[in-house]
Nanobody, 124 residues
Framework: QVQLVESGGGLVQAGGSLRLSCAAS????????MGWFRQAPGKERESVAA????????YYVESVKGRFTISRVNANNTVYLQMNSLKPEDTAVYFC?????????????????WGKGTLVTVSS
C-alpha cells in the first residue's frame, strides 16, 4: 500500500510562487512514476506534471510549461512541484499520484494511488 501526503498549498497572489511537496510512504518509491493532477471547481481532474522513476522523463500539460517544474528525491521518497508565475486559472486542488506502471500509462483513469490533495488559490 502506498500513502501519499501533500503539503505546500496556500493562498498566493498572481505572479507569485509556491512549492508543493508529496511524501510517499513506500519502500520501493524508486519503482513508481510520480506526478501531480489538479481539479478546479466544476472541472475535470487534469494531469499537470509527471516524472519517471529516474527523473529522466518529465511531462507537463501545455498550460504550465515554462512555469512549473517537477522533481523528485528518491532518497527522501519525495516529489516536488515548483510553481512560478502563478495565474488565477491555476487555482485548484492539487493531488499527488503514484503509478508503478510508469509514465506510459499515466492517466487519472485507473491511477492506483492518490493523495488527499492540497488547495492552491491564486488571487488576481
Amino acid at each position: 500500500q502506498v500513502q501519499l501526503v501533500e503539503s505546500g498549498g496556500g493562498l498566493v497572489q498572481a505572479g507569485g510562487s509556491l512549492r508543493l511537496s508529496c511524501a510517499a510512504s513506500v519502500r520501493t518509491f524508486i519503482r513508481y512514476a510520480m506526478g501531480w493532477f489538479r481539479q478546479a471547481p466544476g472541472k475535470e481532474r487534469e494531469s499537470v506534471a509527471a516524472i519517471s522513476w529516474s527523473g529522466d522523463n518529465r511531462y507537463y500539460v501545455e498550460s504550465v510549461k515554462g512555469r512549473f517544474t517537477i522533481s523528485r528525491v528518491n532518497a527522501n521518497n519525495t516529489v516536488y512541484l515548483q510553481m512560478n508565475s502563478l495565474k488565477p486559472e491555476d487555482t485548484a486542488v492539487y493531488f499527488c499520484a503514484a503509478d508503478p506502471r510508469g509514465l506510459g500509462s499515466w492517466s487519472s483513469v485507473g491511477m492506483p494511488y492518490w493523495g488527499k490533495g492540497t488547495l492552491v488559490t491564486v488571487s488576481s
